[in-house]
């Protein structure tokens, strides 16, 4: 049995890219999550983890109209692999793709926090 999920509660940084052709519908926003946790001693740290998450089709087309920055949002999905060449070099990393995702808190792109 295999597996592939995230799932991410945050806030967008900014408001999200749409783009459609005659063919597809694709989003892309980039997603702030936050994370507390002790360190050996017992204080308590905080950090911030930034996540470039993709959707596509109507998932797309309804974060282009109702998700600008500051927007809470949960989103739950898979992660696919990349590869790509840059010069000699192949460069490998991740891309978030969106299979749900629930309007926590939203503004309307535009409207900025």
């Known amino acids: ?38 360190d050996a001693s017992g204080e308590k740290k905080e950090a911030t983890d930034f996540f470039r998450i993709k959707s596509f089709a109507s998932l797309a087309e309804n974060a282009g109209k109702y998700l600008g920055k500051g927007s809470k949002v949960f989103v739950q999905g898979r992660i696919e692999p990349t590869k790509y060449e840059k010069g000699d070099k192949t460069e490998y990393g991740f891309d978030f793709i969106a299979e749900q995702i629930e309007y926590l808190d939203t503004k309307a792109p535009g409207q900025g926090q």
């Not at 900014?14 to 892309?28: G, H, L, N, P």
């Open 1 to 38: 049995m295999s597996h592939n999920l995230f799932q991410f509660i945050g806030n967008l940084t900014r408001d999200t890219e749409f783009r459609q052709s005659e063919t597809s519908k694709r989003a892309v926003f980039d997603l702030a999550v936050n994370r507390t946790w002790r």
